[in-house]
């Protein structure tokens, strides 16, 4: 059950006792994928789980700003503080388990988001009536987990599976040229950089020359397996608070 397509009567009489809720960004993703590849990614992810997921799942809107300030040389990208965006995931949670929906998994589709999502679900958890956990799908997808990158291949594979209108394959060259094949600026463990121009011309990092729509379907099909896998332990699990 998509929230925003729903009556509140049909939301009202939902059996879910479990939601999604995609969590995004809106930043640059290269001249040949949109700046809302996060978002439209952990959407697809979320939909794909919930349709095969046996049970009734209720899936929240997703929230398509998050922690993006490194990418803020390329136009177009958007960020919000890690403060605002904590509690704004905080509330949105909150509010889905004053209607019953009271475990939630926050499926993810930005590597800047992940630290962020850790601490306010480990807060919701402690101290709020709800219990939460973020799932963020290019760590659940096996072995291609290590191709990820940023605008490279897993991300590219999913969006010309998903949502290929978005893509533009006629660039994919001119991506790969432009862009760096290692994420950051290194000096022994350390990076240097704070923004990614610093390391990469046009924003790429990684090869999208190496997606394709099969890869996609793959990724797709991996990931919304290991989320209905963890909606099923979610399940198991007490709503907070845990005092
Ligand atoms: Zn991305």
Redesign the pocket.
């Known amino acids: 059950m998509h929230l925003e397509r729903e009556t509140w009567t049909d939301a009202e009489k939902s059996e879910a006792e479990v939601a999604l809720l995609p969590v995004g960004s809106t930043e640059q993703?290269g001249p040949h994928a949109p700046l809302g590849?996060?978002t439209l990614d952990a959407e697809a992810v979320a939909e794909a789980g919930a349709d095969r997921y046996d049970d009734p799942v209720v899936v929240a809107p997703a929230i398509p700003v998050g922690i993006a300030e490194e990418h803020r040389r390329f136009s177009g990208t958007l960020w919000t503080t890690e403060s605002t965006f904590r509690a704004y995931v905080r509330d949105v949670v909150g509010s889905l388990a004053s209607h019953g929906w009271d475990r939630v998994v926050v499926v993810n589709?930005?590597g800047g988001n992940i630290a962020a999502l850790r601490e306010v679900t480990a807060r919701i958890v402690r101290h709020d009536d709800a219990y939460a956990v973020p799932f963020t799908w290019f760590d659940e997808v096996g072995e291609h987990s290590s191709e990820m990158g940023?605008?490279g291949p897993l991300?590219t594979s999913l969006l010309r599976h998903s949502d290929p209108e978005t893509v533009h394959e006629d660039r994919l060259e001119e991506a790969a040229e432009g862009g760096s094949d290692r994420w950051g600026d290194w000096q022994g463990r350390v990076n240097l950089a704070v923004d990614s121009d610093e390391f990469t011309d046009n924003g790429v990092v990684g090869d999208p020359r190496e997606s394709s729509a099969e890869l996609g379907e793959e990724l797709l099909d991996r990931s919304a397996e290991a989320l209905c896998d963890l909606l099923d332990a979610v399940r198991e699990r007490d709503p907070g608070p845990r005092e």
């Open positions: 993703h590849t996060d589709g930005h940023h605008a991300e």
